[in-house]
């Protein structure tokens, strides 16, 4: 079975600043996808950004990038120029891939980091 | 406008009682997920469809039932047999496929309170 460990309980970053979510998983699967998802005060998840285990290029949506390292099984979310509507709760999510590409459909998710942006 | 959309937004319910959530989408998206979320925890999936007519029991089925009449739509029943119904579910689609298709989105969930 797969896992997803967010270690970082709650973070904070100044407006403007650079902050960078933690987020490793295990599995024995080889392709798969992974997923960075926001939980904002209202409780709407929103898609962040999205990543195959296949490319070895980082994904980049505007000011959100990751750092996906398959070896260490490791994928982290770097936020820039942070803003106070980042303020949310975020969590890393694993899903795994059949050999032809399409995907299992379920989700695995990590318990979360709450990321407070101050101004 | 196309979305996901969950009613109602607040259910309570006295033990002992079954409960319908529902979940509407207009994406034309083949599958459909019910999530858990408990405070300080990730989601769980309960379960899932991938096609009408069609579902799948997620990690956490047990005490809940579904339906997949029609592609939009995808209710969850939480039964007297749950054990700790008090949450927060979420519902999402995606569709079938492959290189982003299969993404999931989420509609805005549902507070579930036990009385």
């Known amino acids: 079975a797969q896992t997803v460990t967010q270690s970082q309980p709650e973070m904070s970053v100044q407006e403007a600043e650079t902050v960078t979510l933690s987020c490793t998983y295990d599995?024995?699967?080889?392709?798969?996808?992974l997923f960075w998802y926001k939980q904002p005060p209202s409780r709407q998840m929103i898609l962040v950004i999205r990543q195959e285990a296949y490319k070895q290029q980082n994904a980049t949506e505007n000011r959100f990038s990751v750092n996906f390292q398959k070896a260490a099984k490791s994928f982290s979310l770097k936020i820039s120029d942070s803003q106070l509507g980042d303020t949310a709760m975020y969590f890393c999510a694993f899903m795994m891939v059949r050999a032809g590409g399409t995907s299992y459909g379920k989700l695995t998710f990590g318990q979360g980091t709450i990321l407070t942006v101050h101004p | 406008d196309g979305g996901i959309t969950q009613s109602p937004k607040y259910l309570f319910r006295k033990e002992g009682q079954n409960v319908t959530l529902s979940c509407e989408q207009n994406?034309?998206?083949?599958?459909m997920y019910w999530y858990r979320q408990d405070p300080g925890q990730g989601l769980r999936l309960i379960y899932y469809?991938?096609?009408?007519?069609?579902?799948q029991k997620g990690d956490i089925a047990e005490g809940y039932s579904v339906s997949r009449e029609k592609k939009e739509s995808f209710p969850l029943t939480v039964t007297s047999a749950q054990k700790n119904p008090t949450a927060f579910y979420l519902c999402?689609?995606?569709?079938?496929?492959?290189?982003?298709?299969?993404?999931?989105?989420f509609g805005p969930g549902t507070r579930l309170t036990v009385l």
């Open positions: 994406l034309n998206h083949d599958a």
């Open positions: 599995t024995s699967e080889n392709n798969y996808y």
């Open positions: 999402a689609s995606s569709m079938a496929g492959t290189g982003g298709t299969d993404t999931q989105y």
């Open positions: 469809s991938q096609i009408v007519n069609d579902f």
